[in-house]
């Protein structure tokens, strides 16, 4: 099974990453092929070794709407490319966005958290 994991800008040092890492390797243990998609990348580089993962977006303007639309073609240009079974999003928000950008590519894919 392909999985997508999407989340926002992490800093690189808390809780979550750890969470993501374990799950991801757990999940590859189990023959699923999981990818993480950053929106805005990570601080620290160092918990992202090992785990495939892309950047996408840039979080250095201060402008909200900028900073959206700097994700959002990228963001969907590859996780069309990726072709995931599953996309699990890491908060509220991401979810939705992640719904509404399959209901635009007409796909069936699941979006859950």
């Given at each position: 099974?392909?999985?997508?994991i999407?989340?926002?800008?992490?800093s690189?040092?808390?809780?979550?990453?750890?969470?993501?890492?374990?799950?991801?390797?757990?999940?590859?243990?189990?023959?699923?092929?999981?990818?993480?998609?950053?929106?805005g990348?990570?601080?620290?580089?160092?918990?992202?070794?090992?785990?495939?993962?892309?950047?996408?977006?840039?979080?250095?303007?201060?402008?909200?709407?900028?900073?959206?639309?700097?994700?959002?073609?990228?963001?969907?240009?590859?996780?069309?490319?990726?072709?995931?079974?599953?996309?699990?999003?890491?908060?509220?928000?991401?979810?939705?966005?992640?719904?509404?950008?399959?209901?635009?590519?007409?796909?069936?894919?699941?979006?859950?958290?």
């Amino acid at each position: 099974m392909r999985i997508a994991i999407v989340s926002n800008k992490r800093s690189g040092l808390g809780g979550m990453e750890a969470v993501f890492r374990t799950v991801m390797q757990e999940l590859g243990r189990n023959q699923d092929e999981v990818k993480m998609f950053l929106m805005g990348g990570s601080l620290d580089k160092y918990w992202l070794q090992d785990i495939d993962h892309v950047e996408i977006g840039d979080q250095r303007t201060d402008n909200a709407l900028k900073r959206r639309y700097s994700f959002t073609l990228p963001l969907f240009r590859q996780i069309r490319q990726y072709k995931p079974d599953v996309i699990i999003g890491c908060d509220p928000n991401v979810v939705c966005y992640c719904k509404w950008m399959m209901r635009i590519m007409n796909r069936k894919t699941p979006v859950g958290s």
